[in-house]
């Protein structure tokens, strides 16, 4: 057996987060460390201006010596950087000649050539032997009267930017960590709420396909699970009408199937016995014919839903005259029905419909059966046949008491006879199911109405 939807849900529903939290957690590192080195470059930048404004200012004499270097000392300790200013060709300006030396060894010889040629130099990281660390460095040129006579050189050590960058990672990773354990309980709460109802089900559907008795599922989601849920009960439903409808038809075939053969046995007997006098034979003799035309209906009519339910029929189709076929067909029941029966026929002498001729007048001869049936001696059968857009529709309306309201949804289920029957029904409950197979075979479609007292009409339609 696979993973449960359970596990699939909160393994999935992890990984995204897991994906989500990472990638967001990783935004956030690099747009913290992208704003600080570019914060620092705008401090750099502005401590090599105001270095070069103190330097200027000692040259037109606003300072001494030692008040540039106490305002360049103060200027790199407000900054958190270490600056040099730089005279290329003399060692009076600012330091020793040892440490002018020292600073040169900081720059490259090629980067020295940029700042004199007027060019800028940073760099994010690179090792200070003066400073025997790593800092992040500005070199500027060093103009005094428009004139470029050395460098501003600015040096700021890494490890306070690292230390502050770790402290915000350690934030940001924290911060992470938390929402994903808060995310795990919500997303393990959430994957159970929607894993528990399917497990409710699918107990359901293997207790129901054990033949077990099952209480309706109550789930409300107001979701598609819910949606499946009911339709789940409604299958239930379904199921249980349909085995309670095979127990009743059993019950009604064994019935059926019993009474004549224990009338033929009973003739048989009596007859064996001799207690049939010989001028009564041809009596009785009428008698087991009867009875055995019975059992010949009844296994026709399983034998024909057997063949419809294995696909076992096929069709022939031609162009057939539905005025012909309802005048033979009624002139059928005039000869052998009641007297005092009415059948009237409105139909269009010039309807046809495509359809397969045997199975048509199956279908018609059938539904004017029941109508037989049902409308009594004196009773009337309209028979209605036309054509709209390209179908045609047929009409069949008894004049007999009806069809039970809680009756009429399942009157087409196979096996149904109706919890109450109507006077005078016999039969095994398969004719109008036999009927609606058959329509449904020529691709058409069956339904049935009905009013207490009013009659039923049974109304189809097939192709045209």
Request: charge should be neutral; aromatic fraction near 8%.
């Amino acid at each position: 057996m696979g993973r449960s939807i359970f596990s699939r849900l909160l393994s999935t529903y992890l990984l995204l987060m897991l994906l989500l939290t990472g990638s967001l957690a990783g935004l956030l590192s690099y747009g913290f460390s992208r704003y600080i080195y570019t914060e620092k470059t705008r401090v750099f930048n502005a401590a090599a201006t105001r270095a070069s404004i103190v330097v200027n200012g000692y040259y037109q004499g606003d300072y001494t010596a030692k008040e540039m270097q106490i305002a360049l000392d103060n200027l790199g300790y407000i900054t958190d950087t270490t600056i040099y200013a730089l005279k290329l060709d003399q060692a009076d300006l600012h330091g020793t000649a040892q440490a002018i030396s020292q600073l040169q060894q900081e720059c490259l010889p090629g980067d020295l050539r940029q700042i004199l040629n007027g060019e800028s130099v940073f760099r994010k990281k690179q090792f200070s032997r003066m400073l025997e660390a790593e800092v992040a460095f500005l070199g500027t040129p060093l103009r005094v009267d428009g004139k470029i006579i050395g460098a501003i050189l600015i040096f700021s050590p890494l490890s306070e930017t690292r230390s502050y960058l770790a402290r915000i990672n350690g934030i940001i990773g924290g911060t992470a960590v938390l929402f994903l354990i808060i995310s795990f309980f919500i997303i393990y709460l959430t994957a159970a709420r929607i894993s528990r109802p399917i497990r409710k089900m699918e107990q359901a559907v293997l207790s129901l396909a054990a033949g077990e008795d099952l209480p309706e599922l109550s789930i409300k989601t107001g979701d598609e699970v819910e949606f499946l849920a009911n339709s789940l009960n409604h299958m239930q439903r379904q199921i249980e009408t349909t085995e309670r409808i095979r127990r009743e038809f059993i019950a009604n075939v064994s019935h059926d199937l019993r009474t004549p053969l224990t009338s033929i046995n009973g003739f048989i007997q009596g007859m064996v016995d001799g207690l049939v006098p010989l001028e009564q034979y041809p009596r009785y003799l009428g008698l087991l014919q009867d009875e055995t035309r019975r059992l010949m209906t009844l296994t026709g009519d399983i034998l024909e839903l057997a063949k419809l339910q294995g696909d076992g029929i096929a069709l022939h189709k031609s162009a057939l005259s539905v005025l012909k076929t309802l005048e033979e067909l009624a002139r059928q029941f005039r000869l052998g029905g009641e007297p005092g029966l009415l059948i009237r026929l409105d139909c269009p002498p010039d309807l046809q419909v495509i359809a397969d001729h045997e199975r048509l007048q199956q279908i018609l001869y059938n539904l004017i059966s029941n109508a037989v049936r049902y409308s009594g001696e004196s009773g009337e059968i309209l028979i209605i046949a036309g054509r709209q857009e390209n179908r045609v529709h047929f009409f069949v309306k008894d004049s007999g008491p009806g069809v039970a309201a809680e009756d009429l949804p399942f009157i087409f289920e196979r096996f149904y006879r109706g919890q109450k029957h109507r006077p005078g029904e016999e039969g095994s409950g398969l004719g109008l199911s036999i009927v609606k197979d058959l329509v449904e075979l020529h691709g058409g479609s069956i339904s049935a109405e009905s009013k207490p007292g009013q009659g039923a009409v049974f109304t189809f339609w097939l192709p045209a």
